[in-house]
């Protein structure tokens, strides 16, 4: 009985890490890291590292982002869906040209800004981590 009881445990901790957020599905983003690219040396540097709560309402056409504190004034943005990668990620792409990336395995959401034509790479990366999702 007690294998039995640690292999649901397995289980359902293992699904509940892989869980794919679903459109309706409210997430809690506790952790931001922000890199920005040098234009000098052609690598990014870390220029924020730091717990910072955020909210995201992942819907099929469209996201909300509501900062911790700011819920009376939430933002909405357009995207629609790109590609999935050789991980399983799911890449999207919003109305403002910046391409996110949902890891589902490391359950992070990563957003690439301003692509630049000169380096080939985006000049900035912000990544949100230590996501939780909310129960309706």
């Known amino acids: 009985m007690k294998k039995v009881f640690t292999l649901l445990a397995t289980i359902i ?73 050789e991980y399983g990620d799911d890449i999207y792409v919003n109305e403002y040209g910046t391409q996110i990336l949902i890891d589902y395995e490391n359950q992070s959401v990563t957003f690439y800004n301003d692509w630049n034509e000169g380096y080939e790479m985006y000049e900035s990366i912000l990544t949100i981590s230590k996501i939780e999702l909310l129960e309706d």
């Open 13 to 85: 901790i293992v699904s509940s890490l892989c869980a794919q957020i679903e459109p309706g599905q409210m997430v809690h983003a506790k952790y931001v890291n922000k890199y920005t690219l040098n234009m000098y040396s052609g690598e990014y540097e870390e220029t924020i590292s730091e717990w910072y709560s955020s909210y995201f309402l992942f819907e099929d056409d469209f996201y909300v982002f509501m900062v911790d504190g700011q819920e009376d004034d939430p933002t909405k943005v357009w995207w629609e869906y790109y590609n999935s990668n």
